[in-house]
Structure formats: structure tokens, C-alpha cells
């Protein structure tokens, strides 16, 4: 209740891009499980066709990314945020049309430049249109609202994918044309509500024109990133990689085990959100942060006592490591997304956030590669101590950061301050 009420007590505009991102999320969750199914079994395509899809979605991310944090800094919210959602729309919608290889390569272009910009705007635009006390809030709902509604497309997508009275292209068809229909919405949602202005020239620090270079001159900022780095490799970049691939290949759990595991993290990401993080306002995000790395360690100390056992007593560890890794995974998204924007003036505010949304594509990357790497060294103990490392360095880096970054409280006493704020 008391998470509701801080939400509607957000500005008009951050409550609709909370909104309207959640309907785009669950036109994501409806494809996302099923690129490889639909490019090879659907279309005939050989399987080089989606690891080249998939691996040039996310070099293309990279300068997506890039692009749209520049033209945040330059341009007003209410065409940034459009543009990037109508980019996305295409580029899901031409994966429809992908019955040829270059088609497929294409739209994973297209679609990897856009998304990531789509990331980097709305980012950005909760940063513009609620106050530093607002923030954590307006991140800990779009955090939330997207967990439930990917969780939900995807339910809705094996649905759709086994729809009677379509052939198996036309379902596919169906799917990706809602999934790009929901971009389309948030684009035409978002124009008349962002602001409209054109964001500062000067940088509020001391006159530096707004650039890449100036966000990495910042020692926090910098900081900042590789915490956030750190813990997506232990955590978001493990979850469907190194977690189940040492628990299978020990033989502590199965199939069905791996989907409970899967079913307590969407559930325990929403509830942390809505049910928990309002009550954690009394702590500084630094030092929450830094409770996130010790879940870290914990939970990889968890999956390795699970390595050593079967049947229920391995089910039993690693649910516990799963719901370590959950709550810590989401506190560290919304809590340094608002550290990030609270520490850059408007002027960086685009570029500082297509830098978050590179880090984060990065350890979606490095995680899996990771895992593949060390899972076969000492039976997967290696890969373990090394996640429990990083999540220990993570940890002593945000430590370190407390004394850097501005003063601050998580969010005001009542719901009338923040209204008041707002």
C-alpha cells in the first residue's frame, strides 16, 4: 500500500512512462524466449543465422546506445523517447518479414540499435521528470512492472506460438507485430506528456560542453558503473547461465527444479519492489548496494553447498541462493540507476545513461562467455569462487563510493511531501 501510494503520487509523466514501458516489456516477454525457435525451426534458417542475429543485435546496442545518449543531451525528451520506441518497433517488426537470412540480420540491426535506445531514454526521462527524492521510486515501479509484465508475455507468447488456427509463420507474425505495435504505443503515449525542452548546453559543474569524455572524468560516475558491472555478472548475467549450468552439470537439480528457481525470482523481484523497498528508505543506497553484494556472495556460497547435494536437500539450497540473488538483483538496478542520475546535471544525463545501458548489454555478454569459460575447471568450484570474488569486490567498491556521492535520502517522510514535491 504504501508502495502504491508513492506512485501515484509521482508526476503525470513518470507514472505513464512506468505504464507504458510495462505494455512494451510484455510484448518483449511474448518473443523473446523464441528467436531461435521461430529463425530455425519456423523459417528453416540455419542455426548460424540466429547466433549472427543475436551477436549483431548486441554489437548494434553498443552504438544504439551511444547515438541516443548523445542526442538525449541535445534534444528534447518528447522526440528522444519516440524516436527510439518507433526504431524499436521497426526493427521488431521486420524479424516478421525475416523468412532470409540478410532480412533476419537486418532487423537485428534495426531492432539492437533501437532497444537500446529505448533503455537509455526512458532512463534518462525518469531522471528529467521526477526529483532526486522521487527517483528511487519511479526505478523500483519500472523495475518491478517490468519483471511482471515480461513474465507474463512470455506466458502469453507460449500461448500465441501454439494457436490452431494459424500456421506457425503466421503465429510468429502475430507475435512480432504486437510486440512492435506496443513500441508504437508508448512512442505516440510519450510525445505530448515528456518535456519539451531542450536540455543545457554548458555542464552546471563548470562550463564543459556535455560529452562521453566528460562523464568518464568522473571518478563516482566511473565507480558507479563498475559496481553496477560487477554485480550483473554475478547476478542478472548468471541467472540463466552460470547458476544452472553448475547445478545441472552436478546433477543437484533438474529441469523442473531450474523452473521453480526461475518462478521464486519473478515473483520475489515484484514483491521486493512494491513490498519492500519503500520500507528501506531509513538506509543510505550505498550502504543497501553493498548488503546487495554480500546477498551475492551468500548466494554463490549457497549454489556451491547445492553442488554437493541431490534431490531435495540440493532443491532446498538452491532456492535459497535464488532468492538471495533475486532480492540483491533488484535493489541494485533502481537503487544505482538513482545514484547515477542524482550525480550528473541534465547536461550528462543522456550520455551517463546510454553509459548504464552499455554496462548492462556488456555483462549480458561477458556472464555467459564467463561461465563457458571456467564451468569446466575443478567441476564449476572455479566459476563459483570467482562469483563469490566479484561479489566481494562490488561490495568494497560501493563502500568506498559513500564518501564521494552527494547526500541523500531514499525518499521524503510521507506521501504529501512528495506530492508537495512533485
Same mark, same amino acid.
Given at each position: ?98 523468412? +532470409? ?171 521486493? +519492489? ?149
Amino acid at each position: 500500500m504504501k508502495g502504491l501510494k508513492r506512485i501515484a503520487a509521482l508526476p503525470r509523466a513518470a507514472r505513464l512512462l512506468i505504464a507504458t514501458n510495462g505494455i512494451s516489456a510484455l510484448g518483449a516477454g511474448m518473443v523473446m524466449p523464441f528467436l531461435w525457435i521461430y529463425l530455425t525451426e519456423v523459417r528453416h534458417l540455419p542455426t548460424w543465422v540466429p547466433a549472427a542475429t543475436l551477436a549483431v543485435q548486441a554489437f548494434a546496442a553498443v552504438f544504439g546506445g551511444l547515438a541516443y545518449g548523445a542526442l538525449l543531451d541535445r534534444l528534447p525528451y518528447n522526440v528522444v523517447v519516440p524516436l527510439s520506441n518507433v526504431n524499436a518497433g521497426i526493427g521488431t517488426l521486420l524479424f516478421a518479414f525475416a523468412g +532470409q537470412a540478410w532480412v533476419a540480420v537486418t532487423a537485428a540491426v534495426v531492432f539492437g540499435f533501437g532497444i537500446s535506445g529505448v533503455g537509455t531514454a526512458v532512463r534518462a526521462a525518469y531522471g528529467a521528470t521526477t526529483t532526486p527524492e522521487q527517483r528511487e521510486t519511479a526505478y523500483s515501479a519500472d523495475y518491478g512492472v517490468l519483471n511482471v509484465a515480461m513474465g507474463i508475455g512470455v506466458i502469453l507468447g507460449g500461448v500465441f506460438a501454439a494457436l490452431a488456427f494459424l500456421s506457425p509463420v503466421g503465429r510468429y507474425f502475430l507475435m512480432y507485430s504486437i510486440d512492435a505495435a506496443t513500441f508504437f504505443v508508448m512512442a505516440v503515449a510519450t510525445v505530448k506528456v515528456l518535456p519539451n525542452r531542450v536540455h543545457h548546453k554548458e555542464s552546471q559543474a563548470g562550463g564543459v560542453r556535455g560529452s562521453y569524455r566528460a562523464v568518464l572524468r568522473q571518478p563516482a560516475l566511473l565507480a558507479l558503473l563498475a559496481v553496477l558491472l560487477l554485480s550483473a555478472l554475478v547476478s542478472f548475467g548468471q541467472f540463466r547461465a552460470g547458476l544452472p549450468g553448475y547445478l545441472t552439470q552436478t546433477g543437484a537439480i533438474t529441469a523442473s527444479g531450474l523452473s521453480f528457481a526461475f518462478a521464486v525470482n519473478i515473483i520475489l523481484c515484484a514483491v521486493v +519492489q512494491f513490498a519492500v523497498m519503500p520500507h528501506l528508505e531509513r538506509f543510505s543506497r550505498t550502504l543497501l548496494v553493498a548488503g546487495s553484494g554480500v546477498m551475492f556472495a551468500a548466494c554463490w556460497v549457497f549454489v556451491l553447498l547445492a553442488g554437493g547435494h541431490t534431490g531435495m536437500t540440493a532443491l532446498v539450497l538452491a532456492t535459497v541462493a535464488v532468492i538471495l540473488l533475486s532480492i540483491g538483483e533488484s535493489l541494485v538496478v533502481p537503487l544505482l540507476t538513482t545514484l547515477l542520475n542524482n550525480a550528473v546535471g541534465e547536461d550528462l544525463r543522456g550520455r551517463a545513461n546510454a553509459l548504464f545501458s552499455i554496462t548492462l548489454s556488456t555483462s549480458a555478454v561477458i556472464g555467459p562467455s564467463l561461465a563457458g569459460a571456467l564451468l569446466p575447471f575443478g567441476s564449476g568450484a572455479v566459476f563459483v569462487g570467482v562469483m563469490i570474488a566479484l561479489s566481494v569486490v562490488a561490495t568494497v567498491l560501493v563502500l568506498g563510493l559513500r564518501r564521494t556521492l552527494p547526500a541523500e535520502r531514499a525518499v521524503p517522510e510521507t506521501v504529501e511531501e512528495m506530492e508537495a514535491a512533485a
